[in-house]
């Protein structure tokens, strides 16, 4: 038993230790952010590797991310060394799922070889099945559509088991049928999208219960990373798993194919054969209870035989999380399923680590009561083990711009205290606020990655966008051409494109001029022609008003005129509203420059500067991508009303989107190992108008004793100096102040004074951003009374 002397295991803590050697049965390590829960799990598997209690191909592991999943393997590498042949089974839930369903692929209806769609070409297949069903793409768009499949999927349901009422809304009740359609679609394709790595695998599961038994055979050592935000897919593929394998289970069951499409259905000529009626279904399912949080029935056909209520017993599983940081509810995520592990795993060690090795205990200690806000939690102790450290910095800014200026500042003097630049990182809550941070970094010439997401230039809306300005500003470029002849539609088909092409290419000039010439041809069917018209008309004038106009005013006519904001307005997909932000961050980043000219020319840059990755770099990501990790700097801009909490969350889930936002709030926080550092603006510019804010209600929530409000002159050179007092932080700060304290300190400030009734009435339930006339306000350094 030397192992148990092992290096790995000893500066583990008892509760950690015992979390890593209880093998047997399920274990629940339900703890607070940086307790070393994902430390206890790569340990687990380092201690499974070296005891010899399983093989590394015997072992499943899920990480959240591909990035976890890495950094986790070069971790047990570390550990055990060279004695280990092969790796675990170790990746994203997605990652594994593919895994899977590629050795299986005939049994689902694909090859071996099957594409994994992405969103766009999701869409693409979506809208060919609405036009083929004769609905109006315009009213139901196909990112709604697909919006919709993927909550299905995420909820595991098939086709088939979508509840009536929900299959009704979309394109007046046929969201069901199509969705069935779209399935079908994919195999024809041999094709799955992201969902049906895990849903397809799930139905694999099922229906060939030899499979499931192989895997549940092989696994003999199950770990889950960042438990609480599994969505009911993945806890339904987690526990067909973990079951043992039964002893039947040599036998297949004769379960009818649960995804076949539906009689009667849209646009499935193609699918000659596969008409049969859907299964209903299965009997187990009427045995076993329904998921709480879905009314879904989990663990029906748990065991092979389809007989729910006699439990296999479970091998053994080792889930870790934290309730406080569930931030996937919006996608589907159930916090439930870490609450009902006990339930589903009788029998359940759970085991609770209390000592934070990660941030010091100010941080930690704002963190903590931030969090204790929240109703709907199970309450956890935790301690820090570090020293009390730095208080959490606060600070405020006159304006975005300001506040990116502060930051860089910060950094360059970080830098300058050889601090390495990848033990920074800045966390914002939308990412239009990448966009001034990564514009100061350019200028300044500091190396930054953004992790979890595309930079801001490089987001669709904006590249679209930016084809639109482009083509204005050079009616020769082609590739802009190309990118926006048809977005928003236009109703210009492949053959309208095709000859569109030949003719520039004959003529030897560019799409545009070619346009010209075809929108008054009579060749040209009336509708394509039509349309290249309208277009050619409209790029003739907005160059006319290029010259006379200011530039971000051009830039909104374009935007109007194309049709392209209204695209996105109609849109009731869940990430319109955010590029439509982009879009308004996008015009607004222009007035930067004298010029469209100078602008374009600037974006190019940026989008040049890092094509190869720094080693060392700042990170930039959202709060949703910083799940899981750890910084020794952590800047937190944008902590304003409407932005975190983000309005959106409080419009559509309430009280409990507000919680959402506060376990956000409370991740961002808990990233930081020795400096925090929040920061709020007063001001922001949106369509050359101001919008004026309010502080986030969360900084009344960070005790006074972990926080310190810079004031002028404070840490951050300029920050605020001129007029950082609009808001009296330090009054405001004061304990008995609630939100309704950050308006009264607001109220009477000078310059306020006479909106300060509008305040009030528009706080409730209208949120607290508003737009404010230039004109009404102060302008910089005029905002003391
Ligand atoms: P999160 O909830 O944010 O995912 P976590 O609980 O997974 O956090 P870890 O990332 O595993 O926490 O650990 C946080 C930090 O504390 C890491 O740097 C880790 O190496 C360190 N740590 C964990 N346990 C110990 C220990 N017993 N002694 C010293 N350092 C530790
Ligand atoms: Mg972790």
Redesign the pocket.
Known sequence: RGAHRAPYLE???PE?REAVETLDGAVLVL??????????LTTRIAHILSLGRARASEILAVTFTNKAAREMKHRIGAMVGEAVEGMPWLGTFHSIGAKILRRHAELVGLKQDFTILDVDDQIRLLKQLIAAADIDEKRWPGRLLATQIDGWKNRGLTPDQVPAGEGAVFGNGRGRDLYAAYQARLKTLNAADFGDLLLETIRLFREHAAVLAQYQSRFKYILVDEYQDTNVAQYLWLRLLAQRPSTGAGSPRTTAPLTSPQRGEVGSRSEPGEGGPSSPSSPSQALSPPHPASGLRPNADLSPQGRGEERAPQKNICCVG?DD?SIYGWRGAEVDNILRFDHDFPGAKVIRLERN??STAHILGAASHLIAHNEGRLGKTLRSEGEAGEKVVVSSAWDSEEEARAIGEEIEQLQRRAHRLDEIAILVRASFQMREIEDRFVTLGLPYRVIGGPRFYERAEIRDAMAYLRLVNQPADDLAFERIVNVPKRGLGDAALQSLHDLARTRGVPLLEAAHAMSTSEAVKPKPRAALRDLVAAFDRWRAQRDTLPHTELAEIVLDESGYTEMWQKDRSADAAGRLENLKELVRSMEDFENLQGFLEHVALVMDTDRGEALDAVSIMTLHAA??L?FDTVFLPGWEEGLLPHQRSLDENGRAGLEEERRLAHVGL?RARKNARISFVSNRRIHGSWTSSLPSRFLDELPEQHVEVLEAKGGFAGYGSAYGSRFDTTAAFGSSYTTPGWRRAQKNRGGFEEDSHEYSQEHEPEGRMRDVSPSHLSPPGRGRP
């Open positions: 500066g583990l803590n950690q703890a607070g952010a940086g307790t070393g829960k994902t430390r206890v934290d940081q090795y990660r799940k899981g750890e808990t």
